[in-house]
């Protein structure tokens, strides 16, 4: 699991905005590497501009395994990101996932992380929301993975998280 300085030491070593893009969007979204290769300007959008605000940002995209393209998947970009992601989103066409993860190895490898991957950053995002008492089934709604998945691979990063409850057995296929 990264440390708490994970997120801003990759931050400060990427460079440009391929790299600064695809850190920016991957710490906020733990999207899988398909997912942001899948990207496009238009999935930037803006939500809830008033005459006196300024309009929020989110990043919409599909899961990778998603049944159903209506099924999307959002997360908010932070304000000072907004102009990065946008430039990146519109050099990102024809990139691949394969792009992106050397993207992120190369970063890591200047950051000191010499493992990191795009799933890192995934992980470091259940992970985190996990800590923060966000509940489970809302995990798996915010990053696209299967209720399964996060207690399976996640239990242990909230200690207590399901103290109170009694073990389940599962049905076979269940």
């Known amino acids: 699991m990264p440390d708490p300085e994970f997120v801003a030491r990759m931050r400060a070593e990427a460079r440009g905005v391929m790299e600064a893009g695809t850190v920016a969007i991957l710490a ?37 395994k998603a049944q159903r393209k209506e099924r999307s998947l959002r997360a908010r970009v932070p304000e000072a990101d907004v102009p990065v992601v946008r430039e990146w989103l519109g050099r990102c066409s024809g990139r691949t996932g394969d792009y992106y993860y050397r993207v992120v190895v190369e970063v890591g490898r200047r950051a ?51 103290a109170d409850e009694e073990p389940v057995e599962r049905e076979k296929g269940a």
């Open 112 to 162: 000191g992380y010499p493992g990191v991957s795009p799933m890192t950053f995934r992980h470091q995002r259940v992970v985190a929301l996990l800590r923060r008492g966000v509940d489970p089934v809302l995990v798996s709604h915010l990053t696209g993975a299967t209720l399964a998945t996060i207690e399976k691979h996640y239990a242990q990063a909230a200690p207590g998280l399901y």
């Open 28 to 64: 906020e979204t733990g999207m899988h590497r398909s997912s942001l290769a899948a990207l496009t300007p238009a999935s930037l959008q803006p939500v809830g501009a008033a005459p006196d605000r300024p309009p929020r940002w989110f990043l919409y995209w599909v899961a990778p």
